[in-house]
């Protein structure tokens, strides 16, 4: 994959763009754009200097059509950098679910001991095209005693892993600075 993203134009015209991207690229899609996305988050959050409207909807700001008391604007500040903390946390659970998804090879954590694999007979089946008798046979652990799967950890780790996406998924219109 090959990206060129030219300078904002000062005048009307578009942006200069040339995007090559090559079959291999989309073999696994989520990790070549996790590899794009992660990078462009930790800039965003190193130079943000807002947040988005979600976040610091409190009244009495000024250019807020509302009339407010006074209190209100006496307490804009805090507001605002409490705002300023939720945005970081959600930007941050969001760089680190592309983060897992672009460098870690995070899944071997959940293997303990030696996985041994082999294949076991389950039965014979007639194929409906052929009329043939084949054996089918299913991939087993042949290690049980010395290989544990921690499936609960994993499910927890996938689970963080998407809430980060779905935050991206929700706040997709909110990456502007």
Same mark, same amino acid.
């Given at each position: =994959? ?9 005048? $009307? $015209? !578009? !942006? ?7 079959? %291999?690229? @989309? ?7 996790? /590899? ?18 979600? &976040? ?5 700001? *000024?250019?807020? /059509?509302?009339? @407010? #008391?006074?209190?209100? !604007? ?9 705002? =300023? ?5 959600? +930007?941050?659970? =969001?760089?680190?679910? #592309? ?10 954590? %959940?293997?303990?001991? *030696? ?20 054996? =089918?046979?299913?991939?087993? *652990? ?5 290989? &544990? &799967? *921690?499936?609960?950890?994993?499910? +927890? ?10 935050? #991206?998924?929700?706040?997709? !219109?909110? &990456?502007?600075?």
């Amino acid at each position: =994959m090959k990206i060129k993203l030219g300078p904002y134009p000062k005048s $009307n $015209n !578009r !942006r200069k763009l040339s995007i090559h991207i090559d079959d %291999y690229d @989309c073999w696994n899609l989520d990790v070549t754009l996790a /590899q794009i996305i992660f990078p462009s988050l930790l800039l965003l959050k190193k130079n943000k200097q807002g947040v988005p409207n979600s &976040f610091a909807q409190i009244g009495g700001e *000024d250019w807020d /059509q509302q009339e @407010c #008391f006074d209190f209100y !604007r006496e307490d804009l500040n805090e507001w605002q950098d409490k705002a =300023m903390q939720q945005w970081d946390v959600v +930007l941050d659970k =969001m760089i680190w679910s #592309f983060y897992q998804i672009a460098y870690v090879d995070w899944e071997e954590k %959940y293997h303990h001991g *030696d996985i041994l694999l082999g294949k076991k007979k389950v039965k014979d089946y007639v194929d409906p095209i052929t009329g043939k008798v084949e054996k =089918m046979t299913e991939i087993v *652990d042949l290690n049980p005693e010395e290989h &544990f &799967f *921690d499936k609960i950890g994993y499910e +927890l780790h996938v689970e963080r892993i998407q809430e980060g996406l779905e935050l #991206f998924g929700k706040h997709y !219109r909110d &990456f502007w600075d």
